[in-house]
């Protein structure tokens, strides 16, 4: 059999990155090269009926609406809606107006035959849909709306309790703060392997970063360091793709390999740490620049991996390469599942009371506040 060619398409009415299918045709307009070919197959899904908006039958997969530019929200719904742990605490609780959106908007997904929208959502988060947002920034804002009233049950599903490690490098006299990260952000590395190395390498702060030691009774160069302490169901990782250059925010589209099997050490001492293991199951997108762009999600459905833009979904091209990555210079927020059966009722939470979120720059403010 005759090799499949790819077909070069260009800006398509799902804006899947920079493609458009007008009239049966099918163009090229400028589109970026990692979205420049796709197969026959997926021509032929793509062409069908726009009011149907479901495409992945198999899978049953459905699309959302996209009210304005609610992309970013579309890509976290689609991949929440496949967070069992999630949607195990929505179905058992209707207590909150977003809970009960969420339930409706699951409900739907899980049943309708046609792509669905999301006013009711939009409406209790109280988002401006004609405004673009941070997909990060949108899934902190909705677990922090859910624990309003809900002792943290929801963040806890993805939150790592993450111990920051000062050692005063004059008497080696250490103390610890304590945080949680419902998401980890991580720099951008040719490998995630690398990028994690980076977050839990030692950085000495010094000149005008040291540390109060209480010990020494002054400020002193400082090793810091972080370590897992507890590590969730669900683990979110945020790769840092937007940094301020002087006075210049830049989007790095560097490429990244990220595994499909991701082994994390956490504990303690380094005597006494031990493994964790995680599936990936999720990857939001980003496509675009610092001040514009879109998103969509691909989601491991079942086995197979499906893309979800907006009110469309379709197969996904997507598969690791020899050694169990998957290269990509568009994912901006992953979600891994941790490998074994969880209880639903326990959702991985730590039994200790939880702490709030921050940087490391935080963290080293706040101990120089506590001391002086």
């Given at each position: 059999?005759?090799?499949e060619?790819?077909?070069?398409?260009s800006?398509h009415?799902?804006?899947?990155?920079?493609?458009?299918?007008?009239?049966?045709e099918i163009?090229?307009q400028?589109?970026?090269k990692?979205h420049?070919?796709i197969c026959?197959a997926?021509?032929?899904?793509?062409?069908?009926p726009?009011?149907?908006?479901?495409?992945c039958?198999?899978?049953?997969?459905?699309?959302l609406e996209?009210?304005g530019f609610?992309?970013?929200l579309?890509?976290?719904l689609?991949?929440l809606?496949?967070?069992?742990?999630?949607?195990?605490?929505?179905?058992?609780?209707?207590?909150?107006a977003?809970?009960?959106?969420?339930?409706?908007?699951?409900?739907?997904?899980s049943?309708?035959n046609?792509?669905?929208?999301t006013?009711?959502?939009?409406?209790?988060?109280?988002?401006?849909?004609?405004?673009?947002?941070?997909?990060?920034?949108c899934?902190?804002?909705?677990?922090?709306?859910?624990d309003?009233?809900?002792s943290?049950?929801?963040?806890?599903?993805?939150?790592?309790?993450?111990?920051?490690?000062?050692?005063?490098?004059?008497?080696?006299?250490t103390?610890?703060?304590?945080?949680d990260?419902s998401?980890?952000?991580?720099?951008?590395?040719?490998?995630?392997?690398e990028?994690?190395?980076e977050?839990?390498?030692?950085?000495?702060?010094?000149?005008q970063n040291?540390v109060?030691?209480?010990k020494c009774?002054?400020?002193?160069?400082?090793?810091?360091?972080?370590?897992f302490?507890?590590?969730?169901?669900?683990?979110?990782?945020?790769?840092?793709?937007?940094?301020?250059y002087?006075?210049?925010?830049e989007k790095?589209?560097?490429?990244?390999d990220?595994?499909?099997?991701?082994e994390?050490?956490?504990?303690n001492?380094?005597?006494k740490r031990t493994?964790?293991n995680?599936?990936?199951?999720?990857?939001c997108n980003?496509?675009?620049?610092?001040?514009?762009?879109?998103?969509n999600?691909v989601i491991?459905?079942?086995?197979?991996?499906?893309?979800f833009n907006d009110?469309?979904c379709?197969?996904?091209?997507?598969?690791?390469?020899?050694?169990?990555?998957?290269?990509?210079?568009n994912?901006?927020?992953l979600?891994?599942q941790?490998?074994g059966?969880?209880?639903?009722?326990?959702?991985?939470q730590?039994?200790?009371?939880?702490?709030?979120?921050?940087?490391?720059?935080?963290?080293k403010q706040?101990?120089?506040?506590?001391h002086?």
């Amino acid at each position: 059999m005759a090799k499949e060619k790819p077909l070069l398409l260009s800006q398509h009415c799902c804006f899947r990155g920079n493609l458009k299918i007008c009239k049966g045709e099918i163009r090229s307009q400028g589109a970026p090269k990692e979205h420049d070919f796709i197969c026959q197959a997926h021509v032929a899904q793509l062409e069908r009926p726009r009011e149907a908006g479901h495409i992945c039958a198999a899978d049953n997969c459905y699309g959302l609406e996209n009210q304005g530019f609610t992309c970013y929200l579309n890509a976290l719904l689609q991949t929440l809606f496949r967070t069992p742990e999630f949607t195990n605490l929505i179905n058992s609780s209707r207590e909150h107006a977003l809970e009960r959106a969420l339930h409706r908007l699951f409900r739907k997904l899980s049943s309708d035959n046609s792509s669905v929208g999301t006013e009711d959502v939009t409406r209790a988060l109280q988002i401006d849909v004609m405004k673009q947002q941070d997909i990060a920034d949108c899934f902190r804002l909705l677990l922090n709306e859910l624990d309003i009233k809900k002792s943290s049950k929801y963040n806890k599903i993805f939150q790592s309790r993450v111990v920051n490690i000062l050692e005063c490098e004059d008497c080696h006299n250490t103390d610890e703060l304590v945080q949680d990260f419902s998401v980890i952000t991580l720099p951008v590395k040719p490998h995630l392997a690398e990028s994690l190395d980076e977050f839990c390498k030692p950085t000495t702060l010094e000149g005008q970063n040291e540390v109060y030691c209480n010990k020494c009774c002054k400020k002193t160069a400082t090793e810091m360091t972080y370590t897992f302490k507890w590590l969730p169901s669900v683990l979110v990782i945020q790769l840092k793709r937007f940094m301020q250059y002087r006075y210049v925010f830049e989007k790095d589209s560097s490429t990244i390999d990220i595994p499909l099997q991701l082994e994390i050490p956490y504990g303690n001492s380094k005597d006494k740490r031990t493994n964790e293991n995680y599936s990936l199951y999720a990857l939001c997108n980003h496509f675009g620049g610092v001040n514009s762009g879109h998103y969509n999600a691909v989601i491991k459905c079942s086995e197979h991996w499906n893309e979800f833009n907006d009110k469309y979904c379709y197969p996904s091209c997507i598969q690791g390469n020899k050694s169990g990555c998957i290269s990509s210079k568009n994912a901006y927020l992953l979600f891994y599942q941790k490998d074994g059966k969880v209880d639903a009722n326990e959702c991985g939470q730590p039994p200790e009371k939880m702490h709030n979120e921050g940087t490391g720059d935080e963290c080293k403010q706040l101990k120089e506040k506590v001391h002086l």
